[in-house]
């Protein structure tokens, strides 16, 4: 059986990820994108916001990576978070962040607890009509 968690790590030393990466560091001005600490290249990692299930992590939507801390990266993944695998849209669809959650995928509720948000049914993504798809999203039937 493969271990796709580990093939999954050995993607993140390739040039193609270092190359990546660093774009988004910049882009996010090196900054962690939850605690807004400005960290060194050291102190950050580069993390989807959520797993597209066969897309290698340079290939994601830069719109869909973000810069955090060590420690912010450690809280996201305590054992009682689940990890979000979602699968690409279908043709003629993109992905944009819910309207109702604003992209955090739960939902404050009036006593102070938190539900998950059923439109995006968590991932802080729903799928949108592209009114402007480009040609390679439309594989060639002929």
């Known amino acids: 059986m493969v271990n796709k968690h580990f093939n999954y790590k050995r993607l993140l030393n390739t040039p193609e990820w270092r190359e990546y990466s660093k774009t ?5 001005n090196y900054t962690c994108q939850i605690c ?21 992590p340079w290939d994601y939507p830069p719109e869909l990576v973000e810069t ?6 450690e809280k996201l993944h305590e054992p009682n978070k689940k990890y979000i ?21 739960l939902l404050n509720m009036r006593n102070g607890d938190f539900c ?27």
């Open 24 to 28: 988004i560091l910049e882009r996010d």
């Open 36 to 56: 807004h600490q400005k960290k060194s290249e050291n102190e950050l990692l580069v993390q989807p916001k959520m797993y597209i299930e066969g897309k290698d």
């Open 68 to 73: 955090l801390c060590v420690d912010c990266h």
């Open 85 to 105: 695998i979602y699968r690409l849209p279908k043709p003629g669809y993109r992905l944009v962040t819910c309207n109702r959650c604003l992209g955090e995928g």
């Open 116 to 142: 998950e948000c059923e439109l995006c049914d968590g991932t802080g993504f729903i799928e949108e009509e592209d009114l402007e798809p480009f040609e390679d999203d439309y594989p060639s039937r002929w």
